[in-house]
């Protein structure tokens, strides 16, 4: 498995559409979390958030900041990131899990990008973060008491006001806020393009299931695709050929034989 190399799973359908005519570019959509599959999204790092800087505060003997601190943390959380869409992917590139709860249950594919090119945002978008998810919540909570730590050293209160004098720790909490995931979760192996929006000019919405879900996008160079790999319930042959030749005619520098991957997990959608 390549490290370099991060699979969104999804439809044939959603695969054409990410090609923009007239362009050697790939569109891709970032949807508002709320709207994403787990119910707890966001939420799980806010009690986290919560707990441990109380936790920092009773180790430390920190009575007078605690009120300061935790009107910080929740200015944070309601007005400070604002409203924050992302854009998921996987380490794995050919898991059962993944092609049931995103592939189109096995029709669909895994496009593999490239890890640098999807991280290094060429529209030079604001708040925009490429990160890895964490699972093991006693990491989690290891990496926050540290960062209390430094907080605090740069926290004042002055006059019943707080105050905080230091460089700006609110790109950290955007990190933090996308980053951690519960434990049922892990297998996914998650990363995600994350995007904090505050104007509600770069919105555009589509209609799944009912609902009007809000999304922004990204756009790379369509050389971003490394490999793809489709999914267990697609007839082998002619998929392959298929998409290899659509790949030829939009330029994609794609071997057949070792990029355009057939899936070898075991599954019939029946």
Known sequence: ?????????????????????????????????????????????????????????????????????????INFIHSALGEPYLLSFSEHPDSLTM???????????????????????????????????????????AILQTHWDKVYNNYKINEGKTSYHGSPIFPIYNKFYFGFKRKEYAIEAEWRLCQNVHSTQTKKHRVSNG???????????????????????LDPEKSKKSVADFAKYKGLHLNEETDIIISKVSYRNI
């Open 211 to 233: 609902l009007i879900i809000p999304y922004v996008e990204h756009i790379f160079p369509q050389e971003a695709i490394k490999k793809i790999v489709l999914g267990p319930c």
């Open 1 to 73: 498995m390549d490290n370099n190399i991060l699979y969104h799973y999804t439809s044939v359908d959603t695969f054409l559409k990410i090609f923009k005519e007239g362009t050697k570019n790939i569109c891709l959509r970032a949807t508002h979390a709320a709207y994403f599959n787990d119910p707890y999204e966001g939420k799980y790092t806010v009690e986290l958030l919560e707990e441990s800087f109380r936790k920092y505060e009773e180790d430390n003997n920190i009575k007078e900041r605690k009120q300061g601190m935790n009107q910080l943390v």
């Open 99 to 141: 092609w049931r709860a995103y592939g189109d249950n096995g029709n669909g594919i895994a496009i593999g990008f490239d890890k640098y090119v999807i991280g290094s945002n060429p529209e030079e978008k604001p708040n925009v973060n490429l990160i890895d998810c964490l699972y093991d919540e006693s990491k989690i909570k």
